[in-house]
Each structure stands twice: as structure tokens, then as C-alpha cells.
């Protein structure tokens, strides 16, 4: 049951307001953020429980996603995972011998690793090159990129 809800609020994500996409997006990146890039859709194409994702079109001509994070969710993590604890163990969902603790510290990290979008576009990149140096790759496509994200905070 547990996992059936968690399942359906991760699919049944609402995209934030232009307004707030706006706001988000100018206190990541300063009031002419729009000057980034040729083209930006503001509908984004994918949304999910922490996060929304933007085609964008960069100045040189890069086409890219841009990882717009809900405000908010990076600093309710702790409360979040301790009012679940909480549920868990008062509603008697815990099975014998798991460790509740170990298992809500190793969500919270891996939580905050999740919102932490600046360390994901350094790994992206890394991974890229890595992609690039390898004999596996076979298509030396310049045009793809690691893209952007904004309010993922990190560093």
C-alpha cells in the first residue's frame, strides 16, 4: 500500500505555475535569466515529485534540458523523513528486524543527493566524458550536453 502511494505521487506530479517557474528561475540565475538562451518553453516536459524538467535552447545554438526544482523540497527533507518515521512506527508498519533508523538516515542522504542538482550536472558531465574516451562511443555527437538545473542548490 505504501509503495502504491508513493508510486502515484511520483506519476501524478502537478508542474509548478509560470509565475513561480519564473521566480524560481530568476533567483537561480539573476533577473534576465531569459537571456541565457535563444528559447525556452516554460511548459515543461516532464514533471515529477521533486522536480520539473524545460527544453531549452542555449546562446550557441545547444539544445538542453533544464531541471527546474520545486521550491522548498530540498529543505523539507528532514521534516519529511522524520514525520514518516514517525507514521511508520505509531502505525505499526515497520516489519521485525528492520532497522527504521538506518533505512530513514540512508532516504534522507540519498534525498538529498537527489536534490542536489548542481552535483548531478557535474556528474553528467564527467560521465560524458568519460562516454567520450571510450571505445564503446560511437557517435561523436557535439551537439548533446549535460544541460542546467535551477534551485538544486548543492554544491
Known amino acids: 500500500p505504501l509503495a502504491k502511494a508513493l508510486e502515484r505521487v511520483r506519476t501524478e506530479a502537478n508542474v509548478m505555475p509560470k509565475w513561480q ?18 528559447d525556452f518553453d516554460m511548459d515543461a516536459v516532464a514533471a515529477a515529485s521533486i522536480g520539473q524538467v524545460h527544453q531549452a535552447t542555449t546562446k550557441q545554438g545547444k539544445q538542453v534540458a533544464v531541471k527546474v526544482q520545486y521550491p522548498g523540497v530540498a529543505d523539507s527533507v528532514e521534516a519529511d523523513m522524520a514525520n514518516l518515521q514517525r507514521l511508520l512506527t505509531l502505525g505499526a508498519f515497520v516489519p521485525k528486524g528492520l532497522f527504521l533508523e538506518r533505512v530513514i538516515n540512508t532516504a534522507k542522504e540519498e534525498l538529498r543527493l ?20 571510450s571505445s564503446l562511443w560511437c557517435n561523436n555527437n557535439d551537439n ?8 538544486g542548490g548543492g554544491g
Do not use: H, T
Open 21 to 38: 517557474l519564473e521566480q524560481v528561475m530568476s533567483s537561480s540565475f539573476g533577473s534576465l535569466w531569459r537571456d541565457l538562451f535563444l
Open 114 to 133: 537527489e536534490c542536489d542538482y548542481k552535483r548531478e550536472a557535474k556528474n553528467q558531465i564527467l560521465f560524458r566524458s568519460s562516454l567520450m574516451k
Open 144 to 151: 548533446a550536453g549535460a544541460g542546467a538545473g535551477a534551485g
